[in-house]
């Protein structure tokens, strides 16, 4: 690489992302809670937890791999 | 032009603001990545290939999303509603021992010789004459690829959101010309890598939801055979004894020799797209895990792509068509990811079923194009134009050749718009290149006594060839019962057979065109010849981080698939 300053790694980028989206989801799948949209199994919710994977994956991820100040 | 292309359709879906904030955020973001890469990609090793400092897992994910393209996935969930489970060879024997072969056998010669490119190799191997043909037949494939994602992405738009079909092409190559003109092929490396999750997040619901709503896999194949009681839609290999047994017309020869033998291993052994990705490794040990990795995803891809296809089948009341007999109200094949999209998902859901879709479609041409920006400067410019120029000099053409190959890229999209077929057509010139170049590329690794003369001729003949063949076949029909070997046989099965009879020309025209030519110095060989140097071996690492331990395991699993499906 011809710089010396390290690259942040494309995992905290995923992980960044995850964690937007799945907050976004999931917020939105409890705000629809009671009055759910008319897709198919929308009693499942699955808004609500497939969001929230979203997020304890997305979360992980930055956590894991956030940029730190090389010593 | 199709005008009716501009018109106003009716749409699929509705997006609520939070799947329009969804989608926002990713355009931001993948720009932000974009300038954020820039002060990285420096030199030409950076920008061209990522510095050659990709971990095997990078690698092997970005190797596997050059070819996740959402034409790929909306096509092959069309195919899977058309043909059911058959649809599933090409991710497993129409991919998995390919990839395997390229980690294990051909990615040592790829790495040792330092090559930035397939044509790259080919100069080393065979000289300017292949390597330039070669150089030339990828630049203008990739660049019309790119431009039919770019149709094939607004056409989708339009369809799927009802957005204008202009806004689309515009908006998306702007971004993709932006962020890969900054970071070369980091930005696309990172944005190939950030597709594969949003992919997978945004589609794997649908399998799901529609397993859960079928009754299992068992309620499943009850539910299509009620539906379609003439058809066996959920067999891989036990309905391909015959042609006319299967909805593909297609006999199993084609499936293991056509796809498995020739178009398969050309592709992945051979495509640039893809195996640049690899060339980014870190090291040689990373550089054969990449595609190993890579092929455990590919065996999984199916879940996301055919099951779709199949619930489609069991749980629409409507039956899907082909887009060629496509009347008002009535959905296409091609419609059954988008179908199944809004069906089960909800605000949110949604905007992350479509942020997937189209970052698939712009990781599509960035792969595209940044792999044409690396043939070009190194392959043709280079070697053709200016022979010693600054390092400096060659990054500054990649990024304008970025931005010149996208332009061409809009050219070739809006042309696409007057041809309802050509996304046929550039499937089957596709394979006019690939298939031969396997051969040429296969025999220059192996067989040392192929000459530079034998290495051309036979490019130069299977390339030819596969035009020939093709060009028959759709001018005489009744020809098609001689190349594709039934009558019955169709678009996909003519395609298997046609690249089977190019790749077998080109071996027999380069072998003997060899035998009658002057071979190259053994001393011109070394690193690029299997047996006239030692290659380098792995050093000594425990059996679980051994890519041959890995490949083996892919190779089982894979087989239990066949059996499970057979």
């Known amino acids: 690489m011809s710089e010396k300053r390290q690259i942040i790694p494309v995992w905290f980028f995923v992980g960044l992302l995850l964690l937007i989206y799945g907050a976004l989801i999931f917020m939105s799948g409890l705000a629809e809670w009671r ?14 937890w497939w969001g929230g994977l979203m997020v304890v994956l997305g979360g992980a991820y930055v956590i894991l791999f956030r940029p730190r100040r090389s010593s | 032009m199709n005008y009716a292309l501009l018109l106003p359709a009716e749409r699929l879906v509705r997006l609520s603001t939070v799947d329009l904030a969804i989608i926002a955020i990713y355009f931001l973001a993948v720009l932000c990545i974009g300038f954020y890469l820039k002060r990285f990609a420096q030199s030409g090793e950076d920008f061209f290939l990522a510095g050659r400092k990709m971990t095997a897992w990078v690698a092997g994910l970005s190797f596997l999303s050059a070819n996740l393209g959402s034409l790929e996935l909306l096509g092959w969930a069309g195919s899977s509603y058309q043909y059911g489970i058959l649809a599933a060879h090409w991710y497993w024997i129409g991919a998995i021992p390919a990839m395997i072969f390229l980690g294990i056998v051909m990615m040592p010669f790829y790495y040792i010789s330092k090559t930035h490119s397939v044509p790259g190799y080919l100069q080393l ?35 799927v959101l009802g957005w204008n079909i202009h806004f689309s092409i515009w908006v998306s190559s702007l971004t993709v010309g932006i962020y890969v003109a900054s970071g070369g092929l980091f930005s696309a490396i990172f944005n190939e890598v950030l597709q594969f999750f949003l992919i997978w997040f945004g589609a794997l619901l649908i399998p799901i939801l529609g397993l859960i709503e079928a009754g299992g896999w068992r309620g499943l194949v009850a ?18 004894g015959r042609f006319e047994s299967n909805p593909m017309g297609m006999h199993w020869t084609g499936i293991v020799f056509g796809l498995g033998a020739v178009i398969s291993m050309g592709y992945w052994t051979t495509d640039f797209l893809v195996v640049q990705r690899v060339l980014a490794a870190k090291d040689l040990r990373s550089a054969k895990l990449a595609p190993i990795i890579g092929s455990f995803f590919k065996m999984a891809v199916p ?9 489609g089948l069991a749980v629409l009341n409507e039956h899907l068509v082909p887009e060629s007999t496509l009347q008002p109200g009535q959905h296409s094949y091609n419609e059954v990811l988008p179908l199944m999209l809004a ?51 060659y990054v500054s053409m990649g990024r304008w050749c970025t931005i010149v190959g996208l332009f061409i890229s809009i050219g070739t999209a809006y042309m696409a ?13 596709f394979s006019f290149f690939i298939a031969p170049l396997f051969g040429t590329v296969l025999l220059g690794m192996l067989w040392k006594r192929a000459t530079p003369v034998g290495g051309f001729c036979g490019l130069l003949a299977g390339t030819l060839t596969a035009i020939g063949i093709f060009l028959s076949m759709k ?12 009558p019955r046989a169709q678009g996909l099965a003519q395609d298997m057979y046609q690249a089977l009879w190019s790749c077998l020309v080109c071996v027999m025209v380069t072998v003997a065109v060899s035998l009658a030519t002057t071979p190259k110095p053994e001393t011109e060989l070394i690193g690029v010849v299997y047996g006239v140097a030692p290659i380098p071996m792995e050093e000594n690492v425990p059996i679980l ?18 059996w499970i499906f057979w």
């Not at chain 2, 043909?133 to 149709?151: D, K, P, Q, R, Y």
């Not at chain 2, 539906?227 to 290999?237: K, V």
């Not at chain 2, 001018?475 to 039934?486: G, K, T, W």
């Open chain 1, 35 to 48: 009055n759910p949209s008319p897709t198919v199994l929308a009693n499942l919710h699955a808004s609500v």
């Open chain 2, 125 to 159: 191997r065979y000289g300017r004459a292949a390597s330039g043909l070669s150089a030339v037949s990828f630049g203008f494939m990739t660049i019309l690829m790119s431009g039919v994602n770019m149709f094939a992405m607004a056409k989708v738009m339009q369809v």
């Open chain 2, 223 to 240: 539910r299509i055979q009620h539906n379609f009681p003439e058809q066996n839609f959920t067999h891989a290999w036990s309905t391909l």
């Open chain 2, 303 to 311: 879940l996301i792509v055919v099951l779709p296809g199949l619930i």
């Open chain 2, 343 to 393: 069906r089960y998902c909800g605000p949110g859901l949604m905007g992350l079923g479509v942020t997937a879709l189209v970052a698939g479609f712009m990781a599509g041409m960035a792969g595209n194009v940044s792999a044409f920006a690396t043939v070009w400067t190194y392959d043709i410019y280079r070697p053709f134009i200016r022979k010693a120029a600054t390092d400096q000099h």
């Open chain 2, 417 to 429: 718009m007057g041809f309802a077929s050509i996304m046929d057509y550039v499937q089957a010139l």
């Open chain 2, 475 to 486: 001018l005489d029909h009744d020809l098609v019962a001689v190349f594709a070997l039934s």
């Open chain 2, 545 to 562: 981080h051994k890519p041959i331990f890995w490949g083996a395991v892919a190779l089982v699993l894979f087989a239990f698939l066949q």
